[in-house]
């Protein structure tokens, strides 16, 4: 049975930092592309990053040079660094992970890591609430 389990959400002030965590199991982590996706009050659910088994990464405008993935294969762990929070960074963060390969993604495709039809598996959420 595959699990993805996130942790490391919270209430933090704007211009703070969170990082979550993802922990996944019943996987071969290194033939898996994650991804961090979130979804707002009222918002349809958003890709904000993933990483390929390559190492191949993605981001959305809004989050880049202030989020950063990165995984831990030892340890079956996707993290999302979240820096320079803003109060519209305020969801839930879901985990998820879709089966894939090395070079999978080209420079032409590598923003299909934000599509929720790449992925199978999905964690329950974590809330992050940025203040103002």
């Known amino acids: 049975e595959v699990q993805l389990v996130e942790s490391g959400g919270g209430l933090v002030q704007a211009g703070g930092s969170l990082r979550l965590s993802c922990v996944a199991s019943?996987?071969?982590?290194?033939?898996?592309?994650f991804g961090w996706f979130r979804q707002a009050p009222g918002k349809e659910r958003e890709g904000v990053s993933g990483?390929?088994?390559?190492?191949?990464?993605y981001y959305i405008d809004s989050v880049k040079g202030r989020f950063t993935i990165s995984s831990d294969i030892s340890k079956a762990t996707v993290y999302l660094q979240m820096d320079s929070l803003k109060p519209e960074d305020t969801a839930v963060y879901y985990c998820?992970?879709?089966?894939?390969?090395?070079?999978?993604?080209?420079?032409?495709?590598?923003?299909?890591?934000?599509?929720?039809?790449?992925?199978?598996?999905w964690g329950v959420g974590a809330q992050v609430t940025v203040s103002s």
């Open positions: 990483i390929n088994c390559d190492g191949r990464t």
């Open positions: 019943g996987v071969t982590f290194d033939d898996y592309a």
């Open positions: 998820a992970a879709g089966p894939s390969g090395w070079y999978d993604y080209g420079d032409e495709d590598i923003t299909n890591l934000s599509s929720p039809d790449e992925y199978d598996y």
